[in-house]
């Protein structure tokens, strides 16, 4: 099983980037969470967001700038990420959660993408 998340970047403060997370591998057979969080320079990693189901969860600093959305057929989660801010830099992180084909329960960190906001 491997996780490859990707998207990430340098944009100007107003733009926007669009995050992915992908699980591949020939035992899975669903993917069924996807959250991101975020880790900027001297500080802890931070919950951004949670895609459950249909329900969709946010931390107050994105909400309403960031959407959080998953396909299960195709074993991928995104984060849009709109009206970027300086302070959303950071290395991002995709955590996924599910079922490989033998029903044993997954749970997998992306390595983490860099997301720069220059003001």
């Known amino acids: 099983v491997q996780l490859q998340a990707s998207g990430g970047g340098t944009v100007q403060a107003g733009e926007s980037l669009k995050l992915s997370c992908e699980v591949s591998g020939g035992t899975v057979f669903s993917l069924n969470d996807v959250g991101w969080y975020r880790q900027a320079p001297g500080k802890q990693r931070e919950w951004v967001a949670t895609?459950?189901?249909?329900?969709?969860t946010y931390a107050d600093s994105v909400k309403g700038r960031f959407t959080i959305s998953r396909d299960n057929s195709k074993k991928t989660g995104w984060l849009q990420m709109n009206n970027l801010k300086h302070e959303d830099t950071g290395v991002y992180y995709c955590n996924v959660n599910g079922f490989l084909r033998n029903l044993e329960e997954y749970d997998y960190w992306g390595r983490g993408t860099q997301v720069t906001v220059s003001s």
């Open positions: 895609v459950t189901g249909a329900t969709t």
